[in-house]
């Protein structure tokens, strides 16, 4: 069992940045990639961004390539979301996710593990 904990959401002003943080506890011996996936008001779920297990591949979803970066430090355990530029748009729960790879959190399938979520509210 993996345990995944977001932190770092909040309320910020269109064109403000946040970061957030996906902190992994319990069984993470075994490799694995990490991604973030968002939930809008009245919409689906919704992949954001990908990182594979050494970090050299990412996938961004295009609504936020440019603007948002995905890094992670496996000696810690963590995963961030560097998120600048923020328009309302951006306003949603944003939840931090596993799978065996990476493509497979861009193509929306193979997540074994989920985190509860953090809100991220962008005022206009």
């Known amino acids: 069992q993996v345990q995944l904990v977001e932190s770092g959401g909040g309320l910020v002003q269109a064109g403000g940045s946040l970061r957030l943080s996906c902190a992994a506890s319990g069984r993470t011996s075994s490799r694995y990639a990490m991604g973030w996936f968002r939930q809008a008001p009245g919409k689906e779920r919704e992949f954001v961004a990908a990182i594979s297990w050494g970090g050299l591949t990412t996938y961004y979803t295009d609504s936020v390539k440019g603007r948002f970066t995905i890094s992670r430090d496996n000696a810690k355990n963590t995963m961030d979301l560097q998120m600048n530029s923020l328009t309302p748009e951006d306003t949603a729960v944003y939840y931090c996710?596993?799978?065996?790879?990476?493509?497979?959190?861009?193509?929306?399938?193979?997540?074994?593990?989920w985190g509860k979520g953090t809100l991220v509210n962008v005022s206009s």
């Open positions: 996710a596993t799978a065996p790879r990476a493509d497979s959190l861009k193509n929306g399938y193979g997540m074994d593990y």
